[in-house]
């Protein structure tokens, strides 16, 4: 029953199986959570993922991912904001708990990231209503500072919560620990998030030494220096007790293994190095 | 002239040129300031190098490094303490304008990064007295999350800041664009340090996108995304109007061409994107 603490982001077995795979290799490991992108729903066809995830009975915590709001025109920033509402009409169509949003970067030839970031506050602005109407809660993942130039210019949990108290309701946080663990003012952040009810999910993997790739390095939770079980008991004492959902993206280790082998150790580890002994799962 | 507001961290053209040689190097182009690692000092000999340095009226804007204080236990922290007060007399026989500080990251087995910052500001306290007495500021270094794990555990300009108020006189920060370029809360922090007279460096490259190694991929200014002269403006606006110095490790591209070809690119560069019109250069 503590695996239902447990989510699985489909970016972790991408490489071995198709999301219909996927499911059957999660419930035969007891998992009965997952968060797919919008790449393997789009594969598997939208109509017949929300089949899939129905007739087994599976929580979707979390598609990933919509953003990616920085534009180099308006046009491109346009097409950014037709493209999220997309988003959000697939992440209601398959039922999820969250769209989890990847903001972007700088836009090409840019080096202003002052005005990528307020390209991002409007962008979210302006899908904010959409999704309200939708009941589809918006997730801002703050990520890791070394993917501030082509991946996501909120890069602390800090920012991420200023734009959300600019933004009002609707809008919260994901909170992957690979992003955020090494910010001084984490915790306290996490106390912030949970005092605004802004935590929205809970991302873990772990931090290798030495990382040889910025983006597909991540570890097996345990195998490396983030405290999990520290910031974990920050967050339920924030008042979160949702799932946490692994996210590793590891091209030369993980996802070269067998799908059983990642998915079981997935499970071993969730329940030795990340959950609390007094865990208990709500929000189901 | 302008290039008086200049300075080679040696570390980019370590591949190159011995000490001596690469004295010889950026004088031909110009440049009359140096920053060298210690293990090029130890090579060419401590005496050898004050020689050399006083027989070439170069200026040496800094002394990398000391730091790397958090240890597993008493012995390793007395160790790193005894080695940081070695280094600081090696700063004062070559003259040097600070010692950087890059002040270490988890200590080997250990997940606490709260304990690890702990320990470097103990660390910094300890030796701080013995720097004043030489007249020799310390520089502490926030260095990019990315190495919180490994090289340093303090990781943006306000947390160096913090520690700096909590110890007083005779510390301050060695402001490298690599390291805090990301940072949201960056120009507000640079008005900070410089409001409490703490800024006694500023290091220059780029952020390339994308980025290849954590460690070793650093770009040429103008190269990457990094907005240079914004950061400079900001720098000098904040009353620090010292040199620039150029650190960049480049094991697949700088440190495979010849050393004059770098200082030339650097020299270049230098004046094109990173030095502000009205620029003066002080504290010589």
Known sequence: ??????????????EQYTLAQAVDACLAQG??????WRDQVQAAGLKETASI????????????????????????????????????????TIGADCLVLVVGGLPKESRD????????ADGVA????????NRMPLAIEPLHPMYAADRACINTLEQALDVCDLLG?????????????????????IARAGASKRILAHHICDWLVPTRDLLLDRGMMGDGVIDLRSIRAAIEKAGY???????IFSSENWWKRPGEEVLATC?????????LQEQSVTGE
Chains 1, 2 share one sequence.
């Not at 309701?169 to 001084?184: L, N, R």
């Open 241 to 247: 007790h949702g799932v946490q959902e692994v996210e």
């Open 169 to 189: 309701d609707g809008v919260g946080v994901a909170i992957d620990v690979y992003h955020v663990w090494w910010d001084p003012k984490l915790y306290a952040q």
């Open 1 to 14: 029953m503590r695996l239902r603490g447990l989510s699985m982001n489909l970016a972790t077995v991408r």
């Open 126 to 133: 302006a899908i904010l209503p959409y999704a309200r109407e």
């Open 267 to 275: 499970a071993e580890r969730f329940l030795t190095t990340c959950c």
């Open 113 to 120: 990231l002052r005005a990528a970031r307020e390209m991002v």
């Open 53 to 92: 995830v129905r007739a087994n009975k599976m929580r979707v915590t979390g598609l990933c991912r919509g953003g990616m709001f920085p534009a180099a025109d308006k046009a491109g920033f346009k097409a950014a904001i037709d493209d999220n509402k997309r988003a959000i009409d697939e992440a209601v």
């Open 31 to 36: 998992i009965t959570a997952i968060a797919p």
